[in-house]
């Protein structure tokens, strides 16, 4: 189905930047330039200068990202990890894939996790905390990093959906012990299939990571740990370079799409709008504009029906799902918002035409 407004539009940017990736391709494939090398190196120089941190470490996803980025810090079988249920699910399963244990806390209206709940979560077997900035918005990091301080607990920040976002001027992922990205294609900074990232200031974090991602290999026949095959490969990285020095324009288009849906939207009772972009000490790059909406499914068809995509992402709360064995835990907000919360389009594409539509399917929906 071809929409009026579609959620995302992979080949609109592709054409603005078409001859700049088309060269940049050329140039990998030509030279046979594939795995580890320059085009890879660039990248994780520039994206540690953007970050402002010492090492980033590029990966195959941010899901290896998250796992590395755990298994750095030395977490594993039974440790536990304190971290949120409203999130992707990679946050979790990296916590179990090292063998940890995740310890839920509730989120707050804005969808990040709560400060205040972190402290009474905390046992003698926590390790580590996983601040998940959502949909482009940080967590309130001073509060987070207080409380790890207090009691030594490492502080892994998944910023998946927040390159660029800010707290009190300080970037996602500049915080904690480590901070971890995704390349996804959908992402703000995306490439064309896979890729993610660890970006780090402790030296020893960033070379387990580089271990990690190639089968534990130092030089080129130590083998000093079993590691994975995880690595961002050039060609990948390649086009990254080509989007990279385009991210600042392309928050700030983010940033007016989202003042657009305020203003359109603010006033409309039977929906909740993120926090306006103004709002400080945060910095929003929103990778996702999100409604809490009342019908929300049944919004969900009429815009449908209208030819406006968006996205349900989570109609089932992570620790409900009966499989995972996470369902001692109780969220009730965590599980509204499984119900109500509804992503219309957002990228730096879209036109203010296509913005005042569904601004104005969405009212006419609730009219």
């Known amino acids: 189905m071809k929409y009026k407004v579609p959620f995302v539009n992979y080949s609109l940017q592709y054409k603005n930047l078409e001859k700049e990736i088309d060269a ?45 980025a755990l298994k750095s810090a030395g977490i594993g079988p039974g440790d536990e990890v304190i971290t949120v249920s409203h999130t992707f699910f990679a946050t979790i399963e990296a916590i179990i894939h090292n063998g940890a ?97 660890v970006c780090t200031n402790d030296e020893q974090i960033a070379e387990k990571a580089r271990l990690l991602r190639g089968h534990g290999i130092k030089g080129k026949t130590e083998i000093v740990l079993y590691g994975f095959t995880s690595r961002l490969d050039n060609l990948q990285a390649a086009i990254l370079n080509v989007k990279l020095p385009y991210l600042g324009d392309w928050i700030i288009k983010r940033r007016e799409i989202a003042k657009r849906y305020q203003e359109g939207l603010g006033d409309l009772k039977e929906v909740k709008t993120p926090p306006p972009p103004e709002e400080i000490p945060n910095f929003d790059v929103y990778q996702n504009y999100v409604l809490k909406a009342k019908k929300r499914n049944e919004l969900y068809n009429y815009l449908k029906e209208q030819s406006v995509e968006t996205l349900i992402k989570d109609p089932v709360a992570n620790h409900k799902h009966p499989g995972l064995g996470l369902e001692n835990f109780s969220l009730p907000y965590t599980e509204q918002l499984a119900d109500q919360v509804i992503s219309l389009p957002m990228y730096p594409e879209l036109t203010n035409e296509q913005v005042d539509y569904v601004i104005k399917t969405v009212k006419e929906f609730y009219s």
């Open 101 to 197: 244990k995740p310890v839920f806390v509730e989120v707050r209206e804005d969808f990040l996790i709560d400060p205040n709940q972190i402290e009474e979560r905390i046992t003698k077997k926590t390790k580590a905390i996983i601040a998940v900035h959502y949909n482009g918005r940080m967590c309130e990091m001073d509060k987070i990093m207080e409380i790890a301080a207090k009691h030594n607990l490492f502080v892994i920040e998944d910023s998946a959906q927040a390159l660029g976002a800010t707290y009190n001027n300080k970037k996602a992922g500049s915080f904690g012990t480590a901070g971890c990205f995704s390349f996804y294609p959908a992402k703000i900074l995306g490439t064309a299939g896979d890729g993610g990232a």
């Open 24 to 68: 940049a391709i050329k140039k990998v494939l030509s030279e046979g330039q594939l795995i580890l090398r320059e085009d890879v190196e660039r990248f994780e120089k520039k994206l540690a200068e953007f970050l402002g941190v010492k090492y980033v470490v590029s990966l195959n996803s941010g899901t290896d990202a998250l796992i590395f």
